[in-house]
């Protein structure tokens, strides 16, 4: 598989940007940069967006993709999510006061919804055509779900934002063909005790997940947050463990 990598950080500036994968052009994971770095074209390719957690570093972009395919003649986008997420992007975002609820919008070209919201149960692997998409929960400071991706034989986890976890290892564990593993590594280790009170990972503690993970496969830390990035990447090569990586923003083929 393909994945483009528009976002890998927990912050933006003129040379980095939020959290936002897309694989295979057509399935986006998290939404923080899509619209932001995608041409119109590009941006009416994508069919599904899966969204981690509402933190806006994972979701500032999401609106403008309804409302720029909305103006389009593009059919609908389906948005995915956990139950739980699903329920908080209705309430928080798409609650007719921050933005319109573009489920019951008609688009104007195609006479079809904008977008129609698919809820995940978490555990359990949802088909979006050929693809399977498990949701897992992961621990963070709100309702957040990582997804395991498996596509065309080959499987992909996300772990979005979390502090130390489990469950979503386990299954990666069991998975077949793990091609690539996104967690995240925040803060540098000097500021552990911050990493540790808003949920996110180290260094440090990157390596501890490291040891749940029995697979032989690359494991980037995404979501530095950018005056650290050097600090972060260097202790993460302190590691010494050859499938630790940091995420860069370029096309990776997995
Ligand atoms: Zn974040
Ligand atoms: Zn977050």
Not at 35 to 62: F, G, M, P
Not at 183 to 203: K, M, R
């Amino acid at each position: 598989m393909r994945l483009k990598v528009l976002g890998a950080y927990g912050a933006s500036d003129a040379e980095h940007n939020l959290t936002g994968y897309l694989i295979d052009d057509w399935l986006a994971v998290d939404a923080g940069t899509l619209t932001s770095k995608l041409s119109l074209a590009q941006q009416s390719r994508i069919q599904a967006v899966y969204i981690t957690h509402t933190h806006a570093d994972h979701t500032r972009d999401l609106p403008h993709l309804i409302l720029n395919r909305y103006s389009q003649n593009s059919p609908p986008l389906t948005l995915l999510a956990s139950k739980e997420v699903m329920q908080l992007l209705s309430e928080t975002m798409f609650n007719g006061v921050v933005w319109p609820d573009f489920s019951a919008l008609t688009a104007p070209t195609t006479g079809k919804p904008a977008v129609q919201y698919r809820s995940l149960v978490p555990g359990k692997k949802f088909m979006f055509g050929d693809v399977g998409l498990t949701a897992v929960p992961v621990d963070h400071q709100i309702p957040a779900c990582g997804v395991i991706v498996e596509m065309n034989g080959q499987t992909i986890t996300f772990t979005g934002d979390t502090g130390p976890t489990s469950e979503i290892w386990k299954r990666t564990n069991k998975a077949s063909n793990v091609v690539a593993v996104i967690t995240e590594a925040s803060f540098p280790n000097d500021q552990q005790t911050l990493a540790d009170d808003s949920a996110h990972l180290s260094p440090q503690t990157f390596g501890d997940e490291l040891k749940k993970i029995a697979i032989d496969a690359p494991v980037y830390a995404s979501h530095r947050k950018i005056p650290f990035e050097r600090d972060i990447e260097s202790q993460i090569r302190n590691l010494r463990d050859r499938r630790a990586r940091v995420l860069l923003e370029k096309n990776y083929t997995l």
